[in-house]
């Protein structure tokens, strides 16, 4: 990871708004939306489950208090939102952890994790960055592993609001409307991508995605 060449988007769009970044997520009702990720996700106790883009941790500890036996690993670029995770993760005396880095360049080992959750993040990514970072993911997911994805967009975002608007208007966020989303994740060697299910935010229309990972042996 090349520390002082690299840019990214912070967790909450810039540094100075990263103290109001927690309560917006409450306002929004992000555990709510995060809760339902979470269950699409099917955890199983002793499972390697990692967040891409973890931001405050608020996906990454709520998986930690819903499936205490399962490993929890948080991955986001952002020092100072790590920090406050940490802090976070410290108070509630939860294991989970955390590391800094890049969704395209994960700092982790070949089929070293059953699951990968993403939430909001995947629209602050150029269109390469989101291929390599689905490449990434599929490579550090064991064979039988998913992907779950939460992102603005899918296939009628076209009619959901302020957000739609700006879907279209938007390079990184136009890769997120139709089947774009669906067919990266296939271009990227991921079986079966599906839409699992979507909500209407004040917002605009937000996307559930899951897609897997063939077992050894298995036809694709």
């Known amino acids: 990871m090349e520390e ?34 979470v269950d699409q996700a099917d955890i199983r106790p002793s499972q390697r489950v990692l967040e891409i883009g973890c931001g405050t941790g608020n996906l990454a500890i709520l998986v930690k208090r819903l499936h205490p036996g399962a490993e929890v690993v948080g991955l986001d670029p952002d020092r100072k939102a790590l920090a406050r995770a940490r802090r976070k993760t410290e108070r509630d005396a939860l294991s989970v952890q955390l590391d800094r880095g890049f969704s395209d360049e994960l700092p982790h080992a070949d089929a070293s994790f059953d699951r990968v959750l993403s939430a ?28 779950h994805l939460l992102d ?11 957000i739609a608007r700006l879907l279209h208007r938007t390079a990184h966020l136009r890769d997120n409307v139709e089947d774009r989303i669906l ?33 050894a042996g298995s036809v694709a």
């Open 4 to 37: 002082t060449l690299r840019t990214f988007i912070p967790a909450a769009g810039h540094d100075w708004l990263l103290p109001l970044y927690d309560p917006f997520c409450k306002w929004m009702g992000g555990e709510s939306l995060h809760r339902q990720l």
């Open 152 to 162: 603005f967009g899918g296939a009628d975002a076209g009619s959901d609001g302020f």
């Open 120 to 147: 909001f993040m995947f629209h602050h990514l150029e269109l390469p960055e989101k291929e390599k970072t689905l490449r990434e993911t599929r490579r550090v997911l064991v064979g039988g592993g998913s992907l």
């Open 183 to 215: 067919t990266l994740m296939r271009n990227a060697g991921f079986v079966d991508p599906t839409e699992v299910a979507h909500r209407v935010t004040i917002f605009g229309r937000v996307t559930y995605y899951r897609a897997h990972v063939a077992r």
